[in-house]
């Protein structure tokens, strides 16, 4: 990665500080704007967190705990003995390893996890070349390539147990960032397109400032009880971003 003043390393463009992620709980129901869904009609998700690297990338493991199958978003270094000791006990089966976005700070430890769980790797197309030559600038170790088998593509559902993931396609980022929008849960995991008060930087190879303010638009969309679990920094919902998300999609501009 490149870095310019007053531009973060972690692929954040700045924006205001904010405190640590707060704990993620396994159970969470999807809302109108303001009123509950019945109880009867909530999904369970097991849904476990880590913060990894020197770029502090947000880790997620999710699981059916019904049939026991598990997906893994952004396995970044280090992440695969974390991972590897959250299966093992549990009983987990990891059956996809989803990647994001092709930044080095996301991919790490793709080949490592796949190499020890069998799982195999998901990415959109048009980043599937930054895993298999996967660009380390500014990395403090080594990023192994990575082969995906899996090619993730807008209206695509990832699916494992009863869980299923919609496929958002959110380039802006890079060309190939996407989204997995739990519906049933209310989550939606955002990678580098949108963080707690930001979204992630447009000035590395690949992004776009025109297609960031149409993911973000995109994003403003969904429900404000809507939960956001971001590449990095803590997690958000779409209620507390939408003020500025509908300036965004408004003006058709970045708030810089």
């Known amino acids: 990665m490149s870095t310019r003043p007053g531009i ?26 303001t009123e509950e869904r019945p109880r009867g009609t909530l999904s369970r998700v097991e849904l476990l967190h880590a913060q990894v690297g020197p770029l502090g990338t947000n880790v997620y493991l999710l699981a059916d705990p019904a049939t026991r199958e598990a997906l893994a978003i952004d396995t970044a270094t280090p992440s695969a003995s ?15 390893v989803v990647s ?7 991919i790490g430890d793709n080949a490592a996890v796949q190499a020890r769980t069998g799982a195999p790797i998901a990415v959109h197309l048009l980043d599937r070349h930054g895993l298999e030559h996967p660009r380390a600038d500014f990395a403090p170790f080594p990023i192994p390539p990575s082969v995906p088998a899996v090619e993730l593509a807008e209206g695509g559902v990832v699916a494992f147990g009863e869980i299923r993931l919609e496929v958002l396609h959110t380039p802006g980022h890079t060309e190939g960032s996407v989204c997995l929008y739990a519906r049933d849960e209310g989550l939606v995991f955002s990678g580098d397109t949108l963080f707690a008060a930001g979204w992630g930087r447009t000035d590395l ?52």
């Open 82 to 96: 974390w991972i590897a000791g959250q299966l093992e006990p549990r009983g987990w089966t990891l059956k996809l």
């Open 8 to 33: 973060r390393r972690d692929g954040r463009a700045p924006r205001p500080a904010s405190g640590r992620s707060a704990p993620i709980t396994s159970r969470t129901s999807r809302r109108r704007r």
């Open 100 to 106: 994001t976005h092709r930044h080095w700070d996301h």
């Open 205 to 256: 190879p690949g992004g776009s400032e025109e297609a960031m303010v149409e993911s973000l638009a995109r994003l403003a969309d969904l429900e404000d009880v809507v939960r956001v679990l971001p590449g990095h920094g803590p997690a958000t919902t779409i209620g507390r971003e939408r003020a500025w998300l509908e300036i965004v999609a408004r003006e058709k501009r970045l708030l810089f």
